[in-house]
């Protein structure tokens, strides 16, 4: 039989799901609540697949795993709730030209830069990159000229004033839907000029206005350049302050922090040019594109029907992969890739909700897979559970004969690992193994909050393994550094 001769070679670089490299290029392009190293998806991309073999990912997050099975020539389904996911999926898979990108960020900031600008010039005919708040006040003026800051001395009276604009009515407006969860520091009743200033809401009116004529690739790209500067254009931007000694005496510098995580708008942060904010993301993306070579695809297909008839075309779509893996028949994916929300680590929809908004897209709240914080959400670990071995069972029951299921987890209560139990007792899946997984880059949430997690697990599951297909996946797996047999130690079976 076809399957039974497939080979496993050991991999020469047996280290890569083990040793990420990091976030650059695309990867580090847009911040995504919990991307994982495309490592660890290349990794069994390569060695578990063959060319023109479907691999599915039910829960795809950040859509990096789309683009390595596209150019590795693999055939590709998926499926997340989240909008947002799919928009960033789509221009991995359709980027525009390097050239005409380039062409476009020109001619708009020919025709966008100027009027930002007028929005941030001080009395002295200077454009500030950076005002410093403390409380409702603006205590410091910055400019950006070489990689460095300089400060500008202002007088009380034009602080004000500065101050007093930012608070002003913006006509660029857009609906948050967020809810009460002190964990994320999000409450309901929060506005968009709650998180942005009048200035940065202008300055991004502006700019979406002018995105408005060009082709839809480009228009895209512009947008998630746009959700990939948010962050660093609101109020959420904290002031980093550090004792240094200067002749032995102390000095209190203070330095530009980032956008972290939530909506928590500190008291003292930075207000950033939104021009500057935008641009710099733009680069960003231009030397993405400019260092990225793989395939580019023609189309994408919005049903399985569609996906099967049209060889070429990868299958994403919006949803509930509950309902949505019910169109995949029977025994027909060599492989399923998946990072799913792991408990109540991460409220993905919580947290994407202002890219969501700023594109106009809304998000189906009550069918995500999570466990929440958020009042009146009712997503508890009983519902999370359920929901999860309801997907897991789906996943078992599209998959082909010594076809193989990857799911990256870890969770701190035991609670949590249940509904992976539940693979086992699912129609021909067993457990065969698991590997520790590093992070390409630390994360200041992950790194300070109390108990929390700092890396994860590939844990792997067959469906009708045959005795010879065990042996060549002992074979490959055997030589990755920490593989066992036997559940994570905080996973282990009660």
Not at 272 to 283: I, R
């Amino acid at each position: 039989m076809e399957q039974l001769a497939l080979e496993f070679p050991k991999p020469p670089t047996i280290s890569k799901p083990l040793t990420p490299k990091g976030y650059k290029g695309l990867a580090g392009f847009h911040k995504y609540w919990g991307k994982k190293p495309i490592e660890a998806w290349s990794f069994l991309i390569e060695n578990l697949t063959n060319e023109g073999e479907k691999i599915l990912d039910p829960f795809l997050g950040s859509g990096l795993i789309a683009k390595e099975c596209v150019d590795c020539n693999r055939r590709f389904i998926g499926f997340d709730i989240n909008p947002f996911s799919i928009e960033l999926t789509k221009l991995y898979l359709d980027l525009p030209a390097f050239a005409d990108l380039k062409k476009v960020i020109k001619t708009i900031k020919t025709s966008v830069k100027p009027k930002i600008d007028s929005l941030y010039k001080i009395s002295t005919g200077e454009v500030v990159t950076h005002f410093l708040w403390e409380k409702s006040e603006i205590s410091g003026v910055w400019k950006k000229e070489g990689g460095k800051l300089t400060e500008i001395n202002l007088t009380n009276k034009e602080k004000c004033k500065l101050a007093d604009y930012a608070n002003k009515y913006s006509k660029f407006h857009v609906e948050l839907n967020l809810f009460n969860n002190s964990r994320i520091n999000a409450k309901a009743d929060i506005t968009v000029s709650d998180l942005f200033s009048a200035r940065a809401l202008s300055s991004i009116g502006y700019l979406m206005d002018s995105f408005q004529h060009y082709p839809h690739n480009i228009r895209r790209a512009l947008c998630l350049i746009l959700t990939a500067s948010l962050g660093q254009m609101s109020n959420m931007v904290f002031a980093l302050t550090r004792r240094g000694k200067t002749k032995q005496k102390e000095k209190e510098k203070i330095s530009v922090g980032s956008w972290v995580i939530g909506y928590w708008r500190p008291e003292q942060h930075f207000e950033v040019n939104a021009w500057n904010c935008f641009e710099n993301k733009a680069n960003k993306l231009l030397n993405a594109i400019k260092h990225t070579n793989g395939t580019k695809v023609e189309n994408i297909a919005n049903s399985f029907e569609e996906f099967k008839e049209s060889p070429h075309f990868p299958y994403l779509k919006i949803g509930d992969s509950e309902k949505l893996l019910g169109d995949i028949p029977n025994n027909s994916i060599k492989l399923i890739l998946t990072d799913p929300p792991h408990g109540d680590r991460i409220p993905y929809l919580e947290l994407s909700e202002m890219w969501n908004a700023f594109l106009g897209f809304k998000a189906d709240f009550s069918s995500e897979l999570v466990v929440s914080n958020a009042k009146g959400r009712d997503k508890g670990i009983d519902q999370y559970n359920k929901k999860l071995s309801s997907i897991f069972s789906e996943c078992a029951r599209v998959l082909e004969r010594n076809g193989l299921l990857a799911v990256i987890f870890n969770a701190r209560s035991s609670d949590h690992w249940d509904s992976l139990y539940a693979l086992e007792e699912s129609a021909g899946l067993e457990y065969i193994g698991c590997y520790p997984m590093a992070y390409s880059a630390g994360s200041v949430v992950q790194d300070n909050r109390k108990g929390s997690l700092k890396s994860d697990y590939v844990l792997l599951y067959g469906k009708c393994i045959t005795s010879l297909f065990r042996m060549k996946l002992s074979n490959l797996f055997s030589v990755v550094d920490g593989w066992n047999i036997d559940y994570p130690k905080n996973g282990s079976k009660k």
